[in-house]
């Protein structure tokens, strides 16, 4: 993982979830399902290191990792956005989290970038689109998605309302 992405997030105290305790997860839930409320806004940082492309129910995912932090929450994710097929059920596109994570639902600093994964170095700043126009990123290697924002206070409940018209 990129040290700018994470920089001054790191704590002295982690958590993991998973859906089973095969892995020593000190938190078991399936994201498909609304987290229990005892978990909300308890963690300075959410860190999505790749499970999100397995779990079917994507907009209640999305909603369980705001929810899981403060606000002022530092949220990185690390996805396939291309060339990935077989790799779980979804790829994601720069556009998801720039339209999801946007100022109108109480987010601020949204970042995108593209990691090239044959060439873990090579990282690009996607700009965030303007009037709706496409991210365009032709490539012959895999390439993930990594999105970094910070939740506002009122954060959740503007991006409830805007996930639920995603849901399937």
Not at 65 to 76: D, M
Not at 142 to 148: F, H, I, P
Request: hydrophobic share 40%.
């Amino acid at each position: 993982m990129q040290p700018a992405l994470v920089g001054p997030i790191w704590r002295s105290k982690v958590d993991s979830l998973d859906i089973s305790h095969y892995e020593g997860a000190l938190i078991i839930h399936d994201m498909n399902f609304p987290v229990p409320k005892h978990f909300a806004a308890r963690f300075d940082a959410v860190i999505h290191g790749g499970c999100l492309e397995h779990i079917f129910n994507v907009p209640q995912a999305l909603l369980n990792c705001s929810a899981f932090g403060k606000p002022g929450t530092q949220i990185i994710r690390m996805l396939p956005a291309s060339n990935c097929c077989g790799h779980g059920f979804w790829q994601f596109s720069p556009e998801l989290f720039f339209s999801l994570y946007r100022q109108k639902n109480g987010y601020r600093e949204t970042e995108v970038f593209l990691a090239d994964l044959p060439k873990p170095a090579t990282w690009f700043r996607v700009k965030p689109p303007v009037c709706r126009e496409r991210v365009n990123v032709h490539s012959t290697s895999q390439v993930d998605v990594t999105r970094q924002n910070c939740a506002e206070t009122r954060a959740l409940q503007s991006f409830q309302s805007s996930a639920k018209r995603l849901r399937p």
